[in-house]
């Protein structure tokens, strides 16, 4: 007999309104939504909390934060797969693309071993079936890296891939155009003038050879494929524009107002980064997400660094009247989950995928406390 669960008495959050209702979840299927509560002996009391999709985090980097607790301890990859897992998790995220980096630019030759470790963590782990998020892969590539193409031929045509990002963190471009900025934080990382001084001239010795024929060749690879592509840190109208002649339709954390409503006039659509939502601003200095919601100009959020911060973010938008509540949830789960091509999920609709969160609000922070994915509760 197929299990059927019944989540009662709470605010659901829909694709266009909130409704105090019922589901009903059969299997991993969402089978019916109905307003009032539910006098089935067996149905789950919600108390009035929220219900919510579960939440779709189309970058994340929080697997990094595992394998590196600290700066010289670096932890077993496996078991930090498993507690990035259980994190995303208990932060109501049922689908994570792991963000891992592809491109060696000088700095973290650290994370081109957390991106092996990961593909192969991944696989076994997704085959064991013990992972509480649904997890697919993020390739992140470092455009003027020297070594990208070669780490990215073997895991181009992996079916776990679904996005593809043109990454450059040069200093002197994107997020780090500011060098003075750049040459400060690679200090307090603990390198000497010197050695920064030196690094940074071969960084743009190097985007200066590899950048374009990289993006070229990398753009070659991919293009017949069903991948999303993004591109990262826009700046300038002038990136966009050569990302939208190039079919790249995401621009992902653009840092500037202008690059965002260059990229939305193209078509683009536009990731924001949830922390900056929730610490106010911008941790480098770059546009505020919350004036770029204001201006209309983000489709989604990616928590990139702190997996909470997707459903803290969907609330402040709608407690600040910015967009509604649906309109907000939306932007943490339909629509990263239509950009990512899974339209099985991320909405509260009957045939969907029965990936649901319930939030309760302790004051105004959004508490996750319970999480189901394909009908069955992992937290």
């Not at 990289?214 to 592509?229: C, E, Q």
Request: hydrophobic fraction near 40%.
């Amino acid at each position: 007999m197929t299990p059927e669960t019944i989540l009662t008495n709470a605010v659901l959050v829909l694709p266009d309104e909130t409704l105090h209702g019922t589901i009903l979840v059969r299997g991993k299927a969402i089978v019916d939504i109905q307003p009032g509560r539910s006098q089935v002996s067996g149905a789950l009391d919600c108390g009035g909390d929220y219900l919510i999709p579960g939440v779709v985090d189309v970058h994340t980097d929080n697997l990094e934060r595992q394998v590196q607790p600290r700066s010289m301890a670096r932890w077993p990859s496996r078991s930090a797969m498993v507690a990035h897992d259980a994190q995303c998790a208990a932060a109501g995220v049922t689908t994570v693309l792991d963000a891992l980096c592809l491109g060696d630019l000088g700095f973290d030759k650290e994370r081109i071993q957390t991106f092996r470790d990961g593909v192969i963590d991944l696989d076994a782990l997704t085959e064991s079936g013990l992972l509480k998020s649904d997890h697919f892969l993020h390739l992140r590539c470092e455009v003027p890296a020297t070594d990208m193409l070669e780490l990215l031929d073997p895991v181009a045509e992996h079916p776990l891939v679904r996005m593809i990002s043109l990454m450059d963190h040069s200093p002197g471009v994107g997020q780090y155009a500011n060098v003075d900025f750049y040459r400060k934080l690679r200090r307090q990382g603990g390198l000497d003038e010197a050695t920064v001084e030196r690094k940074i001239l071969e960084m743009q010795a190097h985007r200066t050879r590899w950048r374009d024929p990289n993006r070229r060749a990398l753009l070659d690879r991919v293009r017949s494929t069903s991948i999303a592509l993004a591109s990262h840190d826009d700046r300038t109208e002038e990136e966009v524009a050569e990302n939208a002649a190039d079919g790249i339709r995401i621009s992902e954390f653009p840092v500037t107002m202008e690059a965002a409503l260059a990229a939305k006039r193209a078509g683009i659509q536009v990731i924001a980064g949830a922390p900056n939502i929730v610490r106010g601003g911008s941790h480098s200095g770059n546009v505020s997400a919350m004036d770029l919601v204001r201006a209309g100009a983000v489709d989604a959020f990616a928590s990139d660094y702190v997996p909470p911060s997707l459903i803290e973010a969907a609330f402040q938008c709608a407690r600040e009247e910015q967009v509604s509540l649906a309109a907000a949830v939306a932007m943490i789960s339909d629509h990263p989950a239509r950009m990512s091509g899974l339209p099985d999920r991320g909405r509260l609709d009957p045939g969907l995928r029965a990936d649901v969160v319930r939030v309760r609000l302790f004051g105004t922070l959004p508490i996750v406390r319970q999480v189901w994915r394909s009908g069955e509760r992992v937290i």
